[in-house]
């Protein structure tokens, strides 16, 4: 079904960092990007976050969940019905728990609920599968990256850098014939990102995130911090390799102590420093870093990684992509693959045994509505 057919599907995400719901349109086939349509945004208030925190580290009929999942269904029900034209979603839900050598993978919100809501088919549920065959559940947006290395023309290895509640890695080769060619991708969850210093800055400030880098721009890096963090494990760990949102609650730990300027420059200086751990086991050095998520909007961060790294650090945009936006087209890019039985995942990705698919599908698919 969809073969060789370019359709217009939404995607949708809601991240770790619990600060709303991006939804965007891609034209796609599944294979190339036809063209990027438009966008939107809903934020969580206060109170919502408030409610998705409580349901974080819990599993399917624990206190909690069933409210955080009410509340993700209608926040992207309601973003999702202001879009026009579509056919078909693609639905992430909320991370809330991610344990994929233990009790698996688990996105709080219901893909089967949404279609009825929207009188749309949806793709969802996309990290089951893969855990199931033995791979990380994540990440899943780099097939998606390998697609943008060849839209906007890349002709040597590159990679792209999200930077959300946790930050990941994706190393491109776009000579490779298809993402799930061997040698085409490596991806990684590098570290944690923004997460934790947004749990800072409630904790300590009562405000979502550190605005512009701003507090952290004021304080000193605290090394004895930054090197104990650094003993961590898992930057040793050869990847594929995947992290839960709080599975460096440490990093609140070392900074106790600290006032909170110091404590949001040394946490800003360990994001970072993972990122440049983890540059170490790209295949080769890329010509340059495509940083994407809400972590590009932290000069601070950025600054560090320009000044770590021997590559050219910039924001997605300065290659024609919109950075806001991307986990949100990843997702929409996805479906279509999921609809077409095209793999979402393979080994270099996630360490899944075998080029993989994942995504359920509820609702009826499109039919030849496009050429």
């Known amino acids: 079904m969809l073969q060789g057919q370019v359709i217009r599907a939404l ?22 990007i036809a063209g990027f349509g438009p966008s939107d945004y809903r934020p969580y208030s206060a109170e919502e976050q408030a409610v998705l925190r409580a349901g974080l580290g819990r599993w399917p009929g624990e206190p909690g969940v069933d409210a955080a999942a009410a509340l993700v269904q209608e926040a992207h029900a309601q ?15 909320q ?35 893969d855990v199931r065959l033995g791979g990380q559940g994540a990440p899943l947006a780099p097939f998606f990256h390998f697609a943008c290395a060849r ?8 990679a792209f850098l999200n930077l959300g509640g946790v930050g990941n890695l994706t190393w491109i080769d776009p000579a490779a014939p298809a993402p799930e060619a061997p040698g085409a991708l490596l991806a990684f969850d590098t ?7 947004n749990d800072l800055m ?22 004895g911090a930054l090197e104990l963090f650094l003993d961590e494990g898992y930057f040793l760990k050869i990847p594929p390799k995947s992290l839960d949102r709080d ?26 420093t993972a990122v440049m751990q983890g540059m170490q086991f790209c295949p080769s050095p890329p010509a340059k870093l495509l940083v994407t998520g809400g972590g590009r909007h932290n000069p601070v961060m950025i600054d560090m990684l320009a000044a770590g790294l021997d590559c050219d650090v910039a924001p997605v945009e300065a290659v024609g992509l919109d950075g806001d936006m991307l986990e949100a087209q990843a997702f929409a890019y996805l479906a279509v693959r999921v609809a077409r039985g095209l793999p979402t995942s393979c080994p270099g990705t996630t360490g899944v045994r075998a080029a993989v698919g994942g995504g359920e599908i509820s609702g009826t698919l499109p ?3 496009r050429a």
Do not use: C, K
């Not at 973003?79 to 839900?93: A, K, P």
């Open 11 to 32: 995607g949708a995400m809601s991240g770790t960092s619990l600060d709303g719901v991006d939804a965007a349109v891609v034209e796609t086939d599944g294979v190339t």
């Open 79 to 93: 973003v999702l019905e202001r879009f026009q034209d579509v056919d078909l979603v693609g639905f992430h839900g």
């Open 95 to 129: 991370t809330l728990a991610h344990d994929p050598a233990g009790r698996g993978t688990h996105q709080a919100g219901s893909g089967a609920w949404l279609a009825d809501r929207l009188g749309l088919p949806v793709v969802w549920d996309f990290r089951s599968s």
């Open 151 to 158: 839209w906007i023309g890349a002709d040597a290895p590159l």
């Open 191 to 197: 570290g944690p990102a923004n997460a934790p210093i």
């Open 202 to 223: 409630m904790q300590r400030r009562g405000q979502a995130y550190d605005t512009g880098g701003a507090l952290a721009a004021t304080g000193q890096v605290v090394e």
């Open 247 to 272: 599975d460096f609650g440490l990093m609140l730990d070392l900074v106790r102590e600290l006032n909170d300027a110091d404590a949001a420059a040394t946490m800003t200086a360990m994001a970072a």
């Open 367 to 369: 039919g030849s509505r």
